[in-house]
């Protein structure tokens, strides 16, 4: 009875593993759940707003984020500890994917980025329920470190503008970016903002030195809230275009109107334009139609180009300028500077600011269930993201569940965490929200200030609504140059210089991977994309040049009665057996190399009698690898000498006996150890040898050069000797 009934159990825990939960629940369990997510949560509301605003939306869509995906991934996933939301990486990954389709915090971002979130979350739902989460090894180690130093170096360095308060377009090149706003710093920094910057960042890195159980972030977003509100310093003046005294004001205004207006009106056509090229490919095939209305694609992309850079040139302009009020004589001598963001201005409505920026305005109410709008050719062009946003998202969040794991004894399970993070992602498309992953931050709240399980993320959740419903206004004087101090501060944790240094010591090639991803990916910037897969094909490429070249070694016998590599370790190599060790597999990559190097030390021991091969390393044999096996046993024995094998596992030995190669060499000449073969062929292959000692039989040590530091230390001992 007791069985039958555990059965479905397991199966629903499979299913649904929050019921897994209530097994053990208590009050106190409760409690420490409860804390857990009000500490998590008060560190989630600024965090997300922050992470929002590197993602190029508005900060309130961070909150949007941070409601359902939290409950979501920890409902669904297999980590009790781990806390879901908006995250610095897949932040700076989403503003990569968008910025070529639309401007950052435009209409159409926002729906970019629900959509990326839908296909992001449909990605990895389908690779924990295919049961694939080991695709993620394509990402080696290097890579991902080289990555992540070059993303912590970008995502600090983006917030620059907020942090200096001043306005400048992203460049081509990440590089003229930062450029860009050094000279705009020095032109006109805006001291107010910069010393909130300032103030900011000295109060969280005084509370984690002196008091690391305070909740810095959540001190210095109330300290610094307040000191906005109560100072004045948003200070912004609304305006029309006709009170701006200056003719060339007025004009540029109308340039840099004209110009987006154009942008809108060709990229309409654009869309309407690809929908006919697609038609005359499916009703024409190649046709002078089809190369026409190209042609006339090609010409409206040129069109959008121009007037791109020509509302860049005036959107510069107008950020340049300084006004002054020159209608009442109030001594009033501030500097006023116009508000320009990404879209148009209204003319009748234009904002002069005198202060800083600030949130603002955050929709009270909880986001509304809004499905993303499916465009085949926007969804087909942002796949190649959306495999990278996948796959490095579920790393960092499944990284972080193991070393929690680690500490409470949890057993994971990578394809259930898929799952829950799958299911997160394309739960918070439908409310607002963008890819989230992972937070190694939070998390560790989460778990230091008790948590025990999930149902401490959905408290958080649950705390990030109660505030969107009844306590956004408190938000609205939070400076954006403390949600970039807080960025800054939380991706110094992404820095691993040391990664560098441990990746060059493990394996040169490591190491070579670990720099160029951090090099290519800073040189690509913003097209982050072309630094992680450059990463990826080196790494496979030094994989495949390791694979086809592998290592052979012709053994000897050493002090400790181990058979090692005698060229390393400065042995003498017996002159009548050869005893060569393959560490490598059989298989049609490396076969070549391993008959060549295996012939070419043959042919250069010219008292030879035998051949023996190690094959301890060869875990696999495919039909090349055992085609070559049988030339080098028939060419050996040709050439008059004896042969044999050992080490070989079972499956490999399977394969032998199914092709008949074991018969072809021999029962008798296949031994499961280097130990118990020389025992059997070395007495008959040395019946007239001179050698004595056999280097097979003990160690025996031939001449090396010695360092003078080495030279010095045996005179010292020889002095030492000879004086008693």
Same mark, same amino acid.
């Given at each position: 009875?007791?069985?039958?009934?555990?059965?479905?159990?397991?199966?629903?825990?499979?299913?649904?593993?929050?019921?897994?939960?209530?097994?053990?629940?208590?009050?106190?369990?409760?409690?420490?759940?409860?804390?857990?997510?009000?500490?998590?949560?008060?560190?989630?509301?600024?965090?997300?707003?922050?992470?929002?605003?590197?993602?190029?939306?508005?900060?309130?869509?961070?909150?949007?984020?941070?409601?359902?995906?939290?409950?979501?991934?920890?409902? +669904?996933?297999?980590?009790?500890?781990?806390?879901?939301?908006?995250?610095?990486?897949?932040?700076?990954?989403?503003?990569?994917?968008?910025?070529?389709?639309?401007?950052?915090?435009?209409?159409?971002?926002?729906?970019?980025?629900?959509?990326?979130?839908?296909?992001?979350?449909?990605?990895? &739902?389908?690779?924990?329920?295919?049961?694939?989460?080991?695709?993620?090894?394509?990402?080696?180690?290097?890579?991902?470190?080289?990555?992540?130093?070059?993303?912590?170096?970008?995502?600090?360095?983006?917030?620059?503008?907020?942090?200096?308060?001043?306005?400048?377009?992203?460049?081509?090149?990440?590089?003229?970016?930062?450029?860009?706003?050094?000279?705009?710093?020095?032109?006109?920094?805006?001291?107010?903002?910069?010393?909130?910057?300032?103030?900011?960042?000295?109060?969280?890195?005084?509370?984690?030195?002196?008091?690391?159980?305070?909740?810095?972030?959540?001190?210095?977003?109330?300290?610094?809230?307040?000191?906005?509100?109560?100072?004045?310093?948003?200070?912004?003046?609304?305006?029309?275009?006709?009170?701006?005294?200056?003719?060339?004001?007025?004009?540029?205004?109308?340039?840099? @109107?004209?110009?987006?207006?154009?942008?809108?009106?060709?990229?309409?056509?654009?869309?309407?334009?690809?929908?006919?090229?697609?038609?005359?490919?499916?009703?024409?095939?190649?046709?002078?139609?089809?190369?026409?209305?190209?042609?006339?694609?090609?010409?409206?992309?040129?069109?959008?180009?121009?007037?791109?850079?020509?509302?860049?040139?005036?959107?510069?302009?107008?950020?340049?300028?300084?006004?002054?009020?020159?209608?009442?004589?109030?001594?009033?001598?501030?500097?006023?500077?116009?508000?320009?963001?990404?879209?148009?201005?209204?003319?009748?409505?234009?904002?002069?600011? /005198?202060?800083?920026?600030?949130?603002?305005?955050?929709?009270?109410?909880?986001?509304?269930?809004?499905?993303?709008?499916?465009?085949?050719?926007?969804?087909?062009?942002?796949?190649?993201?959306?495999?990278?946003?996948?796959?490095?998202? +579920?790393?960092?969040?499944?990284?972080?569940?193991?070393?929690?794991?680690?500490?409470?004894?949890?057993?994971?399970?990578?394809?259930?965490?898929?799952?829950?993070?799958?299911?997160?992602?394309?739960?918070?498309?439908?409310?607002?929200?963008?890819?989230?992953?992972?937070?190694?931050?939070?998390?560790?709240?989460?778990?230091?200030?008790?948590?025990?399980?999930?149902?401490?993320?959905?408290?958080?959740?649950?705390?990030?609504?109660?505030?969107?419903?009844?306590?956004?206004?408190?938000?609205?004087?939070?400076?954006?140059?403390?949600?970039?101090?807080?960025?800054?501060?939380?991706?110094?944790?992404?820095?691993?210089?040391?990664?560098?240094?441990?990746?060059?010591?493990?394996?040169?090639?490591?190491?070579?991977?670990? &720099?160029?991803? +951090?090099?290519?990916?800073?040189? +690509?910037?913003?097209?982050?994309?072309?630094?992680?897969?450059?990463?990826?094909?080196?790494?496979?490429?030094?994989?495949?040049?390791?694979?086809?070249?592998?290592?052979?070694?012709?053994?000897?016998?050493?002090?400790?009665?181990?058979?090692?590599?005698?060229?390393?370790?400065? &042995?003498?190599?017996?002159?009548?057996?050869?005893?060569?060790?393959? @560490?490598?597999?059989?298989?049609?990559?490396?076969? @070549?190399?391993?008959?060549?190097?295996?012939?070419? =030390?043959?042919?250069?021991?010219?008292?030879?009698?035998?051949?023996?091969?190690?094959?301890?390393?060869?875990?696999?044999?495919? /039909?090349?690898?055992?085609?070559?096996?049988?030339?080098?046993?028939?060419?050996?024995?040709? /050439?008059?000498?004896?042969?044999?094998?050992?080490?070989?596992?079972?499956?490999?030995?399977?394969?032998?006996?199914?092709?008949?190669?074991?018969? =072809?060499?021999?029962?008798?000449?296949?031994?499961?150890?280097?130990?118990?073969?020389?025992? @059997?062929?070395?007495?008959?292959?040395?019946?007239?040898?001179?050698?004595?000692?056999?280097?097979?039989?003990?160690?025996?040590?031939?001449?090396?050069?010695?360092?003078?530091?080495?030279? =010095?230390?045996?005179?010292?001992?020889?002095?030492?000797?000879?004086?008693?």
């Amino acid at each position: 009875m007791a069985t039958t009934q555990a059965q479905p159990n397991g199966a629903l825990v499979r299913f649904f593993p929050f019921l897994g939960w209530v097994r053990g629940y208590s009050p106190a369990r409760l409690r420490s759940d409860l804390v857990a997510g009000a500490t998590v949560g008060l560190v989630l509301i600024p965090q997300s707003m922050a992470y929002a605003q590197l993602a190029g939306l508005p900060p309130y869509y961070g909150l949007f984020a941070a409601f359902l995906p939290p409950m979501v991934a920890s409902l +669904f996933g297999s980590s009790q500890q781990l806390a879901t939301g908006p995250v610095a990486m897949v932040s700076l990954m989403t503003a990569t994917a968008l910025e070529p389709y639309a401007t950052a915090g435009s209409e159409g971002y926002i729906a970019y980025a629900l959509l990326l979130a839908f296909m992001v979350g449909v990605f990895q &739902l389908l690779l924990g329920t295919l049961k694939l989460g080991m695709i993620v090894n394509f990402l080696s180690h290097p890579v991902v470190n080289g990555f992540t130093n070059a993303a912590a170096f970008i995502i600090a360095s983006s917030q620059l503008p907020q942090i200096f308060g001043v306005q400048v377009d992203n460049a081509e090149h990440y590089y003229q970016t930062i450029v860009n706003v050094v000279k705009a710093a020095w032109a006109c920094t805006h001291w107010p903002t910069f010393g909130l910057a300032a103030l900011s960042f000295a109060i969280m890195a005084g509370l984690k030195r002196f008091r690391p159980r305070v909740p810095n972030v959540l001190v210095v977003v109330v300290l610094t809230t307040i000191l906005s509100w109560a100072a004045g310093f948003e200070d912004n003046l609304a305006t029309t275009v006709e009170r701006l005294d200056s003719a060339r004001t007025r004009q540029v205004v109308a340039d840099y @109107n004209g110009a987006l207006d154009e942008v809108d009106r060709l990229s309409a056509e654009r869309v309407g334009l690809s929908a006919r090229i697609q038609e005359a490919k499916k009703t024409h095939g190649p046709s002078a139609r089809l190369m026409t209305l190209r042609h006339e694609l090609d010409l409206l992309n040129l069109g959008i180009k121009e007037h791109k850079e020509s509302s860049a040139a005036s959107r510069a302009l107008l950020r340049e300028m300084r006004f002054e009020r020159i209608e009442e004589p109030s001594g009033d001598r501030r500097t006023w500077r116009l508000k320009v963001g990404n879209s148009a201005l209204k003319e009748d409505s234009l904002t002069l600011m /005198a202060g800083g920026a600030v949130v603002g305005r955050i929709p009270e109410g909880l986001p509304r269930l809004k499905a993303p709008k499916f465009d085949l050719n926007i969804m087909l062009s942002l796949f190649p993201m959306v495999v990278i946003i996948s796959m490095l998202g +579920f790393m960092e969040a499944i990284s972080i569940a193991k070393s929690m794991a680690a500490r409470t004894g949890q057993r994971l399970d990578p394809d259930q965490e898929l799952i829950g993070q799958g299911l997160a992602n394309m739960a918070g498309s439908v409310t607002q929200g963008y890819p989230v992953s992972g937070s190694f931050s939070r998390s560790a709240v989460n778990l230091s200030a008790g948590g025990v399980t999930g149902l401490s993320n959905v408290f958080s959740a649950v705390l990030v609504a109660v505030v969107m419903l009844f306590f956004t206004p408190l938000l609205y004087h939070l400076p954006q140059a403390v949600l970039a101090s807080i960025i800054m501060m939380a991706v110094i944790g992404l820095l691993n210089i040391r990664g560098f240094l441990h990746a060059w010591h493990a394996q040169k090639h490591d190491g070579v991977i670990t &720099l160029v991803t +951090f090099a290519a990916t800073l040189v +690509f910037a913003p097209h982050l994309d072309r630094g992680i897969s450059l990463g990826v094909i080196l790494s496979l490429g030094f994989y495949l040049l390791r694979t086809t070249k592998p290592d052979i070694a012709i053994l000897s016998k050493y002090t400790d009665g181990a058979y090692r590599n005698a060229e390393r370790l400065g &042995l003498a190599q017996c002159r009548r057996i050869a005893v060569i060790r393959c @560490n490598s597999s059989l298989f049609f990559a490396s076969v @070549n190399y391993l008959e060549d190097a295996i012939l070419e =030390r043959v042919a250069g021991m010219p008292d030879l009698k035998h051949v023996h091969i190690v094959g301890n390393g060869i875990n696999e044999l495919d /039909a090349t690898g055992e085609d070559m096996l049988s030339s080098i046993v028939a060419r050996i024995r040709e /050439a008059g000498y004896g042969i044999s094998i050992s080490g070989l596992n079972e499956s490999v030995l399977d394969v032998m006996r199914r092709t008949g190669l074991h018969d =072809r060499i021999g029962e008798e000449h296949i031994f499961r150890s280097v130990a118990s073969a020389l025992e @059997n062929i070395h007495a008959r292959n040395h019946a007239d040898s001179d050698e004595d000692p056999c280097p097979l039989a003990q160690p025996v040590f031939k001449g090396l050069p010695v360092s003078a530091g080495a030279m =010095r230390k045996i005179e010292g001992i020889e002095r030492r000797k000879e004086a008693g």
